[in-house]
């Protein structure tokens, strides 16, 4: 998997976990943390099985 194709489906599999967050009306919080632990996980590099255990997809 190129890092594009990792970028593009982490991109995907967020976007879906917020949504499923804001429609469960989930607090800010919650969405915030989200956003920060996906941030994170592009940044480390690590893994995309690693990514989405940690993000909880």
């Known amino acids: 998997m190129t890092i594009e194709t990792w970028e593009v489906e982490m991109s995907k599999e967020v976007h879906l ?3 499923k967050l804001e429609e469960e009306e989930v607090g800010e919080v919650e969405l ?3 956003e920060r632990l996906s ?6 590099g ?3 099985e690693e990514a989405k255990k940690e ?3």
């Open 32 to 34: 915030r943390e989200l």
């Open 17 to 19: 976990k917020t949504k």
């Open 46 to 48: 690590i893994s995309w």
């Open 39 to 44: 941030k994170e996980t592009l940044e480390d």
């Open 55 to 57: 993000l909880g997809l």
